[in-house]
């Protein structure tokens, strides 16, 4: 005979608790994280290093957006944004934030623009 089975949480939530030791946000440096920005490794995966923060290390060898990082992974960005406090804090990954806009609400620099149009008619 088996041992019952004990239920599931379909939601999902009581991994992400434990994925998280029970924090529902960031804290520190990994407050001002945003879907933009990049974030790339900054050494290896140790041994006995949680599966989710191995997996964010081997995923980040080169830049990749924090969006682009949690569709991957299939986690939400709250929860992704955890684990990456983590890895911010012992030094394992970087954050590079995304370039603003020059002149909020202006849209990109026409100047620029047109030089970029510039050489690819010269191509």
């Known amino acids: 005979m088996s041992a019952p089975r004990r239920p599931?949480?379909?939601s999902g939530l009581e991994r992400y608790y434990v994925l998280t030791g029970g924090r529902s946000?960031?804290?520190g440096s990994a407050a001002s994280l945003d879907v933009a920005t990049?974030?790339?490794s900054s050494s290896a995966a140790v041994p006995g290093m949680q599966h989710e923060h191995e997996?964010?290390?081997r995923r980040c060898r080169d830049p990749l957006s924090?969006?682009?990082l949690?569709?991957?992974l299939g986690l939400p960005f709250n929860i992704l944004a955890v684990l990456l406090a983590d890895l911010l804090d012992a030094g394992r990954v970087e954050a590079r934030n995304p370039i603003p806009a020059s002149g909020a609400g202006r849209g990109p620099d026409l100047a620029l623009l047109e030089e970029v149009?510039?050489?690819l008619q010269r191509l």
């Open 8 to 10: 599931t949480d379909p």
């Open 25 to 27: 946000g960031p804290g």
């Open 38 to 40: 990049l974030i790339v």
């Open 55 to 57: 997996e964010i290390i």
């Open 66 to 68: 924090v969006a682009e």
């Open 70 to 72: 949690g569709a991957h």
């Open 117 to 119: 149009l510039s050489g």
